[in-house]
């Protein structure tokens, strides 16, 4: 559709992914690349997010071991990482990007970025905040804004925060300004009254999908700054689903509304 970037499906090189790593292999860091990176910086006025947490250990159910052949048959391409490539790469990426240096998954994620960014009210330190992280980045979101208290908890994020640009901003206000100024609606998402739901709902290219916390929802500031509030269609006896689960819901009817989607 348009302005929506294609999937880049070129196939993963050739390597031998039956030598899966142990689930319990730490991440490895990267050359020149710290293993206490923290997330991405994106927007200038906008500063980073929780910078002196820890980094959440990489740990992944796949992984490679080294390239076979030795350091005779690597590839000659400067994406790839020479500490992955001699002692494997444990993970949780694509397989086309095994072996890959951070910063060249980065580059290339950077290259095909949708045009919708997530914001996350973070007042009570969610613990959601990193499942929501998690899956900005596996729907490509251009970047997640934390919106609150800087420090949030990384622990569902499984280290995807390394790939996703991630700021901060104190307030709804300053998200507001930043959002007026890049001219991009903001798309509050909650079981509110004047609600409309998502699914009838078409929702802009460029946009801001605003997401509260677990309990309170998102806050009266936060809704009466929204440009549209949707809702997530429910049938069962609850109220409310959790909010990770509704934001990853949200961000798939982007895509299925403007995602050019790879084809089988």
């Given at each position: 559709m348009s302005g929506a970037r294609s999937v880049d499906a070129r196939?993963?090189?050739?390597?031998?992914?039956s030598r899966l790593a142990d689930v319990q292999n730490h991440d490895?860091?990267?050359?020149?690349?710290?293993?206490?990176s923290g997330p991405l910086l994106s927007t200038p006025d906008a500063?980073?997010?929780?910078?002196?947490?820890?980094?959440?250990?990489e740990q992944s159910t796949h992984g490679v071991g080294s390239w076979p052949g030795g350091a005779e048959e690597w590839?000659?391409?400067?994406?790839?990482?020479p500490e992955l490539l001699a002692h494997g790469d444990t993970r949780n990426v694509?397989?086309?990007?095994?072996?890959?240096?951070?910063?060249a998954i980065v580059a290339e994620l950077d290259a095909h970025r949708?045009?919708?960014h997530v914001a996350i009210e973070n007042w009570q330190h969610d613990m959601n905040i990193g499942s929501i992280v998690r899956s900005a980045n596996a729907f490509l979101a251009h970047t997640v804004h934390i919106v609150g208290r800087r420090r949030w908890n990384k622990r569902g994020a499984m280290v995807t925060d390394r790939y996703q640009h991630v700021v901060h901003h104190d307030t709804i206000a300053d998200l507001v300004a930043w959002a007026k100024d890049e001219r991009m609606p903001i798309i509050a998402v909650d079981n509110v009254p004047g609600s409309v739901l998502i699914e009838r709902f078409a929702l802009p290219e460029r946009?801001?999908?605003?997401?509260?916390?677990?309990g309170p929802g998102i806050s009266p500031e936060a809704i009466e700054a929204a440009d549209a509030i949707v809702e997530i269609a429910q049938f069962g006896s609850t109220r409310s689903i959790n909010a990770s689960a509704a934001a990853a819901i949200a961000m798939h009817t982007w895509v299925?509304?403007?995602a050019e989607l790879p084809g089988k």
């Amino acid at each position: 559709m348009s302005g929506a970037r294609s999937v880049d499906a070129r196939p993963p090189p050739e390597y031998p992914l039956s030598r899966l790593a142990d689930v319990q292999n730490h991440d490895r860091p990267h050359s020149g690349q710290d293993a206490r990176s923290g997330p991405l910086l994106s927007t200038p006025d906008a500063e980073r997010a929780d910078a002196s947490a820890p980094a959440t250990v990489e740990q992944s159910t796949h992984g490679v071991g080294s390239w076979p052949g030795g350091a005779e048959e690597w590839p000659d391409d400067e994406r790839f990482d020479p500490e992955l490539l001699a002692h494997g790469d444990t993970r949780n990426v694509l397989d086309r990007y095994r072996y890959w240096k951070l910063e060249a998954i980065v580059a290339e994620l950077d290259a095909h970025r949708h045009p919708f960014h997530v914001a996350i009210e973070n007042w009570q330190h969610d613990m959601n905040i990193g499942s929501i992280v998690r899956s900005a980045n596996a729907f490509l979101a251009h970047t997640v804004h934390i919106v609150g208290r800087r420090r949030w908890n990384k622990r569902g994020a499984m280290v995807t925060d390394r790939y996703q640009h991630v700021v901060h901003h104190d307030t709804i206000a300053d998200l507001v300004a930043w959002a007026k100024d890049e001219r991009m609606p903001i798309i509050a998402v909650d079981n509110v009254p004047g609600s409309v739901l998502i699914e009838r709902f078409a929702l802009p290219e460029r946009c801001v999908l605003l997401f509260g916390q677990e309990g309170p929802g998102i806050s009266p500031e936060a809704i009466e700054a929204a440009d549209a509030i949707v809702e997530i269609a429910q049938f069962g006896s609850t109220r409310s689903i959790n909010a990770s689960a509704a934001a990853a819901i949200a961000m798939h009817t982007w895509v299925t509304q403007h995602a050019e989607l790879p084809g089988k």
